[in-house]
């Protein structure tokens, strides 16, 4: 590499061997944004439950980025991040801090206290862009009556639909104000009583640990890799490497989550590949990996395009067949078992094959190529090997649901 490109890249390279530290430790940054003293560092606060970041009723109060761990009963390696408001005030300059530190985050907050302004909007976008799960927070809800609230939340979440599912939007009171009550006396004499009020940041910090424990870490590896692919096209080779192996064990991840739904709750064959909320979070979760996300309504209809061609191509001879291969699953004899391991197995192969028609269409840009969606299936059907998906699907399922059993 030429010493001036290596010279330009040397930054990016201490950051990315800051980025393979924290996935070798395992760790996961969930960072803070938004406007001026909008309660970002009270957020945290409360989070954590000690005043560890300075808040104060002026704006600009936080000035540059921080961090601690957050040590919850469940959690190692998490920790939160504070960031300066984004303002007209050195606007760019934060702007540049703000975009820095999503790129080394893992899960972002985007704090507002009333409906997004569209200075509010841009910003948001721009975070979405970075492909991160990210929950957008209605503080101060404590200003707010509980119709207030509940009109101003369908507010939000209607004008933010497409683009944040509706439970990632969420109230919180991180510092609410005292209440005062005029209290009056049987003399008719008045008197005020001030009551302070505990914050409260349950709804956030209840769905940041359902992400935390569905995708855990994961979420390192995925922004790992995003975040070589955002700076360097030297890097290229080694993060498709990377995001192959990643997408890999996402894949076979959800899998094996699909192939045990199925395996509970044994459903009519052909409904199998019905059942696709397991693949929706699936592709969702593989078109961040690739840098392009999509939302929930949009992977429905990859899954559709995919899911048809399957069919098509296999027809429904093919899935009576392969449900009697499938049925060599069990070796305990109990028939209920052995019809919801051979379903579990098939639901696990179907998700397979949907997961890798997904991300070759996601590392080919976005595009089935000139052979369409039936081509690409069609080659992924060939190189699969269907007896070895399937051996892997029951070994995988056979101890997960003696575990459970
Ligand atoms: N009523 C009410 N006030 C709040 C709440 N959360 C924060 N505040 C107040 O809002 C002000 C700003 O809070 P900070 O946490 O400093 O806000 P910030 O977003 O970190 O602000 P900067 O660091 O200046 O960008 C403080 O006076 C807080 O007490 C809340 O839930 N309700
Ligand atoms: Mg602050």
Same mark, same amino acid.
């Given at each position: 590499?030429?010493?001036?490109?290596?010279?330009?890249? /040397?930054?990016?390279?201490?950051?990315?061997?800051?980025?393979?530290?924290?996935?070798?430790?395992?760790?996961?940054?969930?960072?803070?944004?938004?406007?001026?003293?909008?309660?970002?560092?009270?957020?945290?606060?409360?989070?954590?439950?000690?005043?560890?970041?300075?808040?104060?009723?002026?704006?600009?109060?936080?000035?540059?980025?921080?961090?601690?761990?957050?040590?919850?009963?469940?959690?190692?390696?998490?920790?939160?991040?504070?960031?300066?408001?984004?303002?007209?005030?050195?606007?760019?300059? #934060?702007?540049?801090?703000?975009?820095?530190?999503?790129? #080394?985050?893992?899960?972002?907050?985007?704090?507002?206290?009333?409906?997004?302004?569209?200075?509010?909007?841009?910003?948001?976008?721009?975070?979405?862009?970075?492909?991160?799960?990210?929950?957008?927070?209605?503080?101060?809800?404590?200003?707010?009556?509980?119709?207030?609230?509940?009109?101003?939340?369908?507010?939000?979440?209607?004008?933010?639909?497409?683009?944040?599912?509706?439970?990632?939007?969420?109230?919180?009171?991180?510092?609410?104000?005292?209440?005062?009550?005029?209290?009056?006396?049987?003399?008719?004499?008045?008197?005020?009583?001030?009551?302070?009020?505990?914050?409260?940041?349950?709804?956030?910090?209840? #769905?940041?640990?359902?992400?935390?424990?569905?995708?855990?870490?994961?979420?390192?590896?995925?922004?790992?890799?995003?975040?070589?692919?955002?700076?360097?096209?030297?890097?290229?080779?080694?993060?498709?490497?990377?995001?192959?192996?990643?997408?890999?064990?996402?894949?076979?991840?959800?899998?094996?989550?699909?192939?045990?739904?199925?395996?509970?709750?044994?459903?009519?064959?052909?409904?199998?590949?019905?059942?696709?909320?397991?693949?929706?979070?699936?592709?969702?979760?593989?078109?961040?990996?690739?840098?392009?996300?999509?939302? #929930?309504?949009?992977?429905?209809?990859?899954?559709?395009?995919?899911?048809?061609?399957?069919? /098509?191509?296999?027809?429904?001879?093919?899935?009576?067949?392969?449900?009697?291969?499938?049925?060599?699953?069990?070796?305990?004899?109990?028939?209920?078992?052995?019809?919801?391991?051979?379903?579990?197995?098939?639901?696990?192969?179907?998700?397979?094959?949907?997961?890798?028609?997904?991300?070759?269409?996601?590392?080919?840009?976005?595009?089935?190529?000139?052979?369409?969606?039936?081509?690409?299936?069609?080659?992924?059907?060939?190189?699969?090997?269907?007896?070895?998906?399937?051996?892997?699907?029951?070994?995988?399922?056979?101890?997960?649901?003696?575990?459970?059993?």
């Amino acid at each position: 590499m030429p010493p001036p490109v290596r010279k330009a890249l /040397a930054d990016d390279y201490a950051e990315l061997a800051r980025m393979l530290e924290k996935l070798e430790q395992g760790h996961v940054h969930i960072a803070v944004f938004g406007e001026v003293s909008v309660g970002k560092s009270s957020l945290l606060n409360a989070l954590v439950g000690e005043d560890l970041f300075s808040t104060s009723p002026l704006h600009g109060e936080t000035r540059s980025s921080a961090m601690v761990a957050w040590e919850e009963q469940r959690s190692g390696g998490v920790y939160l991040v504070d960031t300066p408001g984004i303002n007209e005030v050195e606007g760019e300059a #934060r702007e540049t801090l703000a975009r820095d530190v999503a790129a #080394r985050s893992d899960l972002l907050l985007f704090v507002v206290d009333g409906d997004l302004s569209a200075a509010e909007r841009t910003a948001l976008d721009g975070l979405l862009a970075m492909g991160r799960p990210l929950i957008v927070v209605l503080n101060k809800s404590d200003r707010y009556t509980d119709d207030e609230l509940a009109g101003l939340l369908e507010h939000i979440r209607g004008s933010l639909e497409e683009r944040v599912a509706p439970e990632n939007i969420l109230p919180a009171s991180a510092d609410p104000a005292p209440r005062v009550r005029v209290i009056r006396e049987a003399d008719g004499s008045e008197h005020e009583e001030t009551e302070e009020r505990e914050p409260d940041v349950e709804a956030v910090r209840r #769905r940041l640990w359902e992400i935390l424990d569905a995708e855990g870490k994961s979420l390192a590896a995925v922004n790992a890799s995003l975040f070589a692919g955002q700076f360097s096209e030297e890097l290229g080779r080694r993060v498709i490497e990377v995001r192959r192996q990643v997408a890999e064990r996402l894949v076979r991840t959800y899998c094996i989550a699909k192939g045990i739904a199925v395996a509970l709750n044994p459903v009519p064959v052909a409904d199998l590949f019905a059942a696709a909320m397991v693949d929706a979070s699936m592709v969702v979760h593989l078109s961040r990996l690739y840098g392009m996300p999509l939302n #929930r309504a949009e992977a429905g209809s990859l899954i559709a395009t995919i899911a048809k061609q399957m069919v /098509a191509l296999m027809g429904t001879v093919w899935a009576v067949h392969f449900v009697s291969s499938a049925i060599k699953f069990g070796t305990g004899g109990m028939s209920v078992m052995l019809t919801a391991g051979a379903q579990g197995a098939v639901a696990y192969y179907g998700t397979y094959i949907i997961g890798r028609a997904a991300e070759r269409y996601f590392a080919q840009g976005k595009s089935w190529g000139p052979g369409g969606p039936k081509l690409v299936v069609e080659e992924i059907l060939e190189s699969v090997d269907r007896e070895s998906i399937l051996a892997q699907a029951r070994d995988d399922l056979k101890s997960r649901l003696k575990a459970s059993a």
